[in-house]
């Protein structure tokens, strides 16, 4: 059975990661192939606690490292036990984040450097990298727009403008280093355009 496809989905928040993501599950169906839609962190019970953790607000305050590493923590337990046995029986893997967003909010939102990201990474991946990332963006200012409008911000929503532009900055200049993994799609125009801007770039490791 040949191993199914990795696709991450990445970008800051209010981007429209759910809607998107769900259409492009939608696509890779009709296009014959068992999709697993899952989300970081998280995506499996001991993930899903940590998620909790890293994302409520605490009276103690979490060290960038600590957080770093909770992030980590979570992709180990994720890639393990529901990533790659999903991946071994031919399902595609559609993540909601993954591994660039580490390097996004901790490496330069945190401003942590990507170093010590990319030796976890390696670490962590044991050999499991995304085949293709899809990066929505938009301008910082319009993502937290929309965000704010969800409701209460969780620990990591509660961060300043600055922060947001470090991330997406950030992002984009991953996308610019890999340009074969990535496609950045502009997440400000209208849904219409996003989504066209997503089929054309499943065409890329379809067939
Ligand atoms: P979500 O609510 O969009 O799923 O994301 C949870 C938050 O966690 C979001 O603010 C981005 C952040 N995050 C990191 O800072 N580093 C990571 O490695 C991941 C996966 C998420």
Redesign the pocket.
Known sequence: MPRGRFITVEGI?GVG?STNIAFLARLIEEQGHRVLMT????GTPTAEKI?SL??EHGDEPVPDVA?MLL?FA??SLHLSNRIRPALAEGRWVVC????D??R???GY?RRLGLERINTLAEWVHDGIDPDLTILLDAPAAVGMGRAEKRGAA?R??SEQASFYERVREGYLSLARAEPERFAVIDASGPLAEVQAGIRSALTRIVG
């Open positions: 928040e990661k989300r970081e962190p998280g998620r890293l994302l957080e992030f979570a992709r909601d984040r993954f591994t967003a580490s996004a909010y901790q939102g969780d990591l929503e």
